[in-house]
């Protein structure tokens, strides 16, 4: 962090080392081993010529606006972390009620 102070917390020092600009959260706050290339929220998107990856979970936290790095598919994923290889069960047909929702 600043190079004359202590660290008394080293692990939060290394989640912060290692968080990008544009994470929802600090790196290495999710599943043990998972990395942000295995999360559902690290998009592909297109920008004109060029292609970025980014953190949708970023996106919908900060009202819709996207986060200032490029994500490393291999950074220690955050709290967030959601598994894209499991999967959704679609149920079709369904009627609900927003004030039905936690």
């Given at each position: 962090m600043t190079p004359n102070l202590t660290e008394p917390n080293k692990e939060l020092a290394e989640q912060v080392r290692n968080t990008i600009p544009g994470m929802a959260h600090?790196?290495?706050t999710g599943p043990k081993g998972?990395?942000?290339g295995?999360?559902?929220n690290l998009v592909d998107i297109q920008w004109g010529v060029g292609r970025t990856t980014r953190c949708q979970k970023y996106y919908s936290m900060m009202n819709k606006?996207?986060?200032p790095k490029k994500i490393d598919p291999q950074t220690p994923?955050?709290?967030y972390y959601e598994d894209k290889t499991k999967k959704i069960t679609v149920i079709k047909n369904a009627t609900w009620n927003s004030w039905d929702c936690p």
């Open positions: 600090w790196a290495g998972s990395t942000c295995t999360c559902k606006k996207w986060g994923s955050c709290k």
